[in-house]
């Protein structure tokens, strides 16, 4: 049992370069969310989906866009990438988002721009 | 505004010894509360979610103290395993995909 995959775990870019990060889970999971965390600052939710071809915009969804591309598979696209963008990347997955509920994360990409 | 508060720490606790640290959250309506354990340079993952009575799992207990607004977690015995990031995470009421919100964590290292 895989849980929650990403690829790629690492990446560099240089500014205005463009990118998708992608996520699976097998955990046949409803909700599915990208974070991004930088130091100093925790985990802030970037984009969710609450279903197959449903997303939502999170708490700092600016200069990203997501797909839901099947039930098991949540992509997180940058168009033009700049250097605040630099940060190490999660998905996570979760059965449902009422009380009580438990969010499963990837492993994580780390992505700088330069 | 959401917000969740944390004592980055470090705590440099040595092992065997008993630590706790608590996190305090502003929405008064949250109603899920929860630990997770991030080891450095790896994904968060789920310690124990927090009941209003209060719970223990082996070493660990969390309590709960909504007129405070604050949760803990108390760790017993300590272990140098348990040299890790510890997220405080809440939720509001109802639910809602984006309602969770982490703390920024808490840095536990434990001395030999």
Same mark, same amino acid.
């Given at each position: ?114 | ?14 092992? %065997? ?9 502003? !929405?008064? /309506? #949250? *109603? ?6 991030? $080891? ?13 009575? %209060? ?9 709960? !103290?909504? /007129? #405070? *607004? ?6 017993? $015995? ?35």
């Amino acid at each position: 049992n895989a849980g929650v995959t990403q690829t790629p775990k690492f990446r560099v870019l240089k500014t205005g370069q463009s990118m998708t990060l992608l996520c699976a889970q097998d955990m046949n999971h409803e909700y599915m969310y990208w974070y991004r965390q930088d130091p100093g600052m925790g985990l802030r939710l970037i984009h969710y989906s609450v279903g197959e071809g449903t997303t939502a915009k999170g708490e700092v969804p600016d200069g990203y866009n997501v797909s839901r591309l099947n039930k098991r598979e949540f992509s997180l696209r940058l168009e033009s990438a700049a250097p605040s963008q630099t940060s190490v990347y999660f998905c996570a997955s979760s059965y449902s988002a009422q009380g009580g509920y438990e969010q499963y994360f990837g492993p994580g990409t780390r992505l700088t721009v330069t | 505004r959401k917000e969740v508060e944390q004592d980055p720490g470090p705590f440099n606790v040595p092992e %065997g010894a008993t630590v706790a640290f608590n996190c305090t959250y502003s !929405n008064s /309506a #949250s *109603q899920s509360f929860f630990w997770y354990r991030q $080891d450095c340079r790896k994904e968060p993952k789920l310690l124990m979610s927090v009941y209003s009575s %209060g719970n223990e799992d082996g070493r660990f207990t969390a309590q709960l !103290n909504r /007129a #405070s *607004q604050y949760i803990s977690l108390l760790i017993r $015995d300590s272990k140098l395993s348990d040299s890790a990031t510890y997220l405080c995470v809440v939720s509001p009421s109802g639910g809602g995909a984006d309602g969770l919100t982490f703390g920024k964590g808490t840095h536990l290292i434990i001395q030999p």
